[in-house]
C-alpha cells in the first residue's frame, strides 16, 4: 500500500481590487482603534487624574439621570465650595454604580470638577482613572494585533502563490 501525499492546490493571486480592499480594512482598523484607544486614555483616563488632581472641588446637586445599556451616572449641576465655579449639566463619574431603580441624591459631595473638558464632567473622590487608562491602551494593542496579524496573513498567502 502506497501513502499518498495531499495534493497542495493552488492559491490563486489577489486581484488589485482585493488588494485595495484589504489595505483600507487594515488602515481603518487602525485608525479607529486609535482614535477609540487614545479618545479613552485621554478624557476618562487623564482627563480624569488633571481633575482629582487640580480641579476646583464642590458639590453635585443631581436633577437626572443617564442610563446607558449596563449603568447609569448622575447629571446636574456642580457648584464649587468657594462659590466661584457653577456648571450645569455635569456629568458624574462614579466608582460606585448607579442603577436604573436608584432614587436620587439631594447631594454629593466632594466632587472635583474638569473644567477643561469639552462636555462638563465631575469625578468623585473614589473613581479610578487608572480603569480607562488600561482599556484604552488595551484597545490601541488589539488593533496593532489585529493590523499586524492581517499584513502578516497577506505576505504569506503572497508568498504561497510565489512558491507555487
Known amino acids: ?20 480592499f484589504f ?13 477609540l484607544g487614545l ?7 487623564l482627563g480624569a487624574r488633571s481633575a482629582l488632581a487640580h480641579g476646583p472641588v464642590g458639590t453635585l446637586t443631581p436633577t437626572d439621570k443617564k442610563c446607558g445599556d449596563e449603568s447609569c451616572a448622575w447629571v446636574g449641576t ?5 462659590g466661584t465655579v457653577t456648571e450645569e449639566d455635569v456629568e458624574l463619574k462614579d466608582a460606585a454604580k448607579v442603577r436604573r431603580g436608584d432614587p436620587m441624591p439631594a447631594t454629593i459631595d466632594d466632587v472635583r470638577l474638569d473644567d477643561e473638558a469639552t462636555r462638563p464632567t465631575a469625578y468623585t473622590a ?7 487608562v488600561f482599556k484604552g491602551s488595551l484597545l490601541l494593542l488589539v488593533g496593532l494585533g489585529i493590523s499586524g496579524g492581517l499584513v502578516m496573513m497577506m505576505k504569506r498567502h503572497r508568498a504561497a502563490v510565489v512558491s507555487s
Open 39 to 45: 479618545g479613552m486614555i485621554i478624557t476618562e483616563g
Open 23 to 35: 489595505w483600507v480594512v487594515v488602515v481603518l482598523i487602525l485608525l479607529l482603534t486609535c482614535v
Open 1 to 20: 500500500m502506497t501513502s499518498q501525499k495531499p495534493q497542495r492546490t493552488r492559491q490563486k493571486p489577489i486581484s488589485t481590487g482585493g488588494r485595495v
Open 78 to 82: 456642580f457648584a464649587s465650595a468657594d
Open 126 to 132: 473614589d473613581y479610578s482613572w487608572h480603569g480607562a
